[in-house]
């Protein structure tokens, strides 16, 4: 048993940003039915053991699927494309402002006891971590698209080898965005509970 590294071929979906939650966990069922290690229990050993390996590597596809970043993340690597979460650095300073506006709303809000503007804001960061997703998406695609076109020629030349590095760092960018509103999305729920509770 070979365990795929392509969660997307894994669980049968095509490689791309936007997918079908519902097919893909439709598909992460069938073959945890298939390589659960209770129906091992009768086997080998080994096959015990791969079953077991099986088992957990659908459960890591799964979460990498259903989450926005870690999909982006799994994609980009596909492609070969390098993000490290330490060195990658965003170079928009619109949306390094943005980032300071939004640190300060949070104390803000945090410091008082408004829960409108604290729902106005988790409403506001989910908007626009919704916004990021999509333009990681139309990026990917426009990619994807110049990738297969590039792919058919020969060489490169220079001016598209230049494109291709603006079109990694545009999407890796575009990861960094998506992976901060994750976070602040994270923070806020957690915010919000804390208020009702």
């Keep these: ?21 519902k097919r893909i966990k439709q598909r992460f069922r069938a073959l945890q039915r298939d390589y659960h290690p209770d129906r091992f229990v009768r086997s080998t050993p080994r096959e015990q053991r791969l079953a077991v390996q099986m088992s957990a590597h659908l459960n890591t596809a799964l979460a990498t699927l259903e989450n926005p970043v870690s999909r982006a ?23 390094l402002m943005q980032q ?3 640190r300060e ?12 503007a604290l729902q106005a804001l ?4 989910a908007e626009s971590f919704a916004h990021s ?30 494109s291709t590095a603006e079109m990694h760092r545009q999407l890796i960018d575009s990861v960094g ?13 957690t915010t919000s ?5």
């Excluded at 965005?177 to 729920?189: I, N, T, V």
């Design 1 to 21: 048993m070979i365990l795929e590294e392509n969660f997307f071929t894994l669980l049968d979906v095509p490689q791309q940003f936007a997918v079908d939650l």
């Design 73 to 95: 993340m799994h994609l980009l690597a596909l492609q070969g494309i390098p993000f490290d979460q330490q060195q990658n650095t965003i170079r928009d300073p619109e949306f």
């Design 100 to 102: 300071m506006e939004l």
């Design 105 to 116: 709303s949070i104390e803000s809000v945090a410091e008082s006891n408004d829960s409108f």
């Design 122 to 125: 988790v409403d506001g960061v």
């Design 133 to 162: 997703q999509s333009v990681f998406s139309d990026l990917f695609e426009r990619f994807s698209a110049s990738s297969s076109v590039s792919n058919q020629g020969n060489a490169l030349d220079f001016s598209a080898q230049v």
């Design 177 to 189: 965005k998506m992976q901060f509103f994750d976070k602040l999305c994270a923070e806020l729920k």
């Design 193 to 197: 509970r804390a208020r009702r509770g």
